[in-house]
């Protein structure tokens, strides 16, 4: 499953689900454009591994995604890099706070509507052009089995993971007269950072260890083991390749089995 000669852009790539996506990107032949938070020394790591391990070309271009001014100069720079536009999308990027509604602060509400919905419009608004004139483009957003349930705390992480489907299934009946697809992601307890994250305000509240906090929320899934980075890493590129034409405007659930029980 050859991408020889694609262009592709992850958000939140310099680590965690994001990194895993953009290096199996690069090992099917892919150009990449790196974005997400790290210190210049990750950055520099991170490029230097997808140059030499892969042979591919790999950039990494800044953008703060709860800006809009600065999403657009993310995009005009990508399409100076690649005049014809880019093939492929990962929306991967999102942040993460779990509180009640009464308690929840405004103002990670209002970062987690605009990294995790409003900037996937943007981008998909910029590139959603180049993919039409070339007739085939792939965009994958990373939404949440929460997307679909919900809990206590939850509630608004819920409403932006639900939107990204949405707002996923719109756009794949946009794309589907012009070789575009549009499709989900929605990972269960996983084996990423976002999960750590969580994992270690669990272990606060409830004066464990972080690895007990760990221990305890994969044990909910039925497989009784987390969701790795890697198998979802290889289901994106399901989505992403010429056999997953007529997968578009799907939110795929990757979730050990948690969601049916």
């Not at 009640?100 to 605009?114: H, Q, S």
Request: hydrophobic content about 40%; proline content about 4%; some cysteine.
């Amino acid at each position: 499953m050859s991408m020889q000669g694609k262009v592709a852009v992850v958000t939140g790539s310099t680590s965690g689900i994001g990194y895993g996506i953009a290096t199996a990107l690069a090992s099917r032949g892919c150009s990449l454009i790196i974005t997400g938070l790290a210190d210049q020394a990750t950055i520099d790591q991170v490029i230097t591994t997808l140059k030499s391990d892969y042979k591919v070309e790999a950039t990494f271009v800044p953008g703060d995604l709860r800006s809009v001014t600065s999403i657009e100069n993310f995009c005009k720079q990508v399409l100076e890099l690649y005049p014809t536009g880019v093939d492929i999308l990962i929306n991967n990027a999102g942040v993460q706070h779990l509180d009640l509604v009464e308690d929840y602060p405004t103002e990670k509400w209002d970062m987690m509507v605009a990294v995790s919905l409003s900037a996937p419009f943007h981008l998909m608004k910029a590139f959603l052009p180049g993919m039409k004139t070339k007739g085939w483009g792939r965009i994958v957003n990373m939404s949440s089995q929460m997307g679909m349930i919900s809990g206590p705390g939850k509630a608004p992480y819920s409403a932006v993971k639900a939107g990204l489907i949405g707002l996923a299934k719109g756009v794949a009946l946009e794309g589907a007269a012009h070789g575009i697809t549009c499709n989900c992601i929605c990972p269960g307890f996983a084996d990423a950072p976002i999960f750590n994250r969580t994992a270690e305000k669990m272990a606060k509240e409830q004066n464990i260890t972080t690895e007990e906090a760990l221990r305890r929320g994969f044990a909910k899934n039925p497989t009784g083991k987390p969701v790795t980075i890697s198998e979802i890493a290889e289901l994106a590129m399901f989505m992403c390749s010429d056999a997953g034409a007529s997968m578009t405007g799907s939110a795929v659930l990757m979730d050990a089995g948690f969601t049916s029980q």
